[in-house]
């Protein structure tokens, strides 16, 4: 990579040679794989299989994001490239779209199709006087015959709407954080940056809370029926892109402060604040749809 750093065209488009992190990546997710499998069937080694497969992970992410991070201060980048960073950044967020739409549907097929069935609602042969003649189709339900045990919600206008200001509010400072580096302010890009990503934080850290008093509690479980497992499979998933996000704003952070950036040349600082407003607006709809409504 070093002999491509010094010997390519910065007119061309750059085509890399000779890396070997695809194939450490692929290795330490099969690894990563392996050890989850392992450990879910009651392997003794799983967790150090795991254990080894994310430390590799780990290695692949600083090796390899080193590696393009290295190329782009070189200026071995294009407009072409630059054109195609962002054509797969693009196609990324679409497919993360995809998964939190799935997620959101079959919250809208539990809730607004499967409830009423299992109640008696639109069906011709009364299938649930024989299966559960006495439930309720009620939402938020645990299910017939009480799947998990009984439990409570967590309010709207509690937390969830103090991590809903925080998240609209880390929406702003990003934004800000992206004008100053257009302007050429790096003291205000570097203040607003770090702003965003100690937002994001602070979200994961009450998600965290929440989450212990509804465990505890609560009594509002990932196995609480239906509820309990699209409330924690949309919001933990949600609060689990919250925190990638919140480790690329401060990668992004880092580089601003080794000078890295340019007013016209700054597409990882785009890529992750696109990111950010992706996850600003599915938290909006998991606030609507899984906390208020």
Known sequence: MAHAHSTHDA?????????????????????????????????????????????????MFFGWFGTVIGESQAGMYNDGVDKSFRMGMMWFIFSEVMFFAAFFGALYYARQLSVPWLG?????????????????????????????????????????AWNTAILLTSGVTITIAHHALKAGNRGILKIFLAATFLLGFLFVYLQAHEYAHAYNELNLKLSSGVYGSTFFMLTGFHGLHVTIGAIMLTVIWLRTLKGHFTPKHHFAFEGVAWYWHFVDVVWLGLFIFVYWL
């Open 120 to 160: 008696g609602e639109g069906t011709k042969f009364l299938t649930n006087i024989f299966l559960w003649k006495d439930y309720v189709p009620s939402w938020p339900t645990n299910g017939p015959q009480a799947v998990g045990g009984e439990f409570e919600t967590i309010p709207a206008f509690g937390l969830p």
């Open 11 to 59: 007119g061309k488009y750059y085509i890399p040679h000779g890396s070997k992190w695809p194939i450490v990546g692929s290795v330490a997710l099969f690894t990563t794989m392996l050890g989850v499998a392992s450990w879910l069937n009651g392997v003794e080694m799983g967790p150090w299989v795991l254990l080894v497969g994310l430390l590799a992970v780990f290695y």
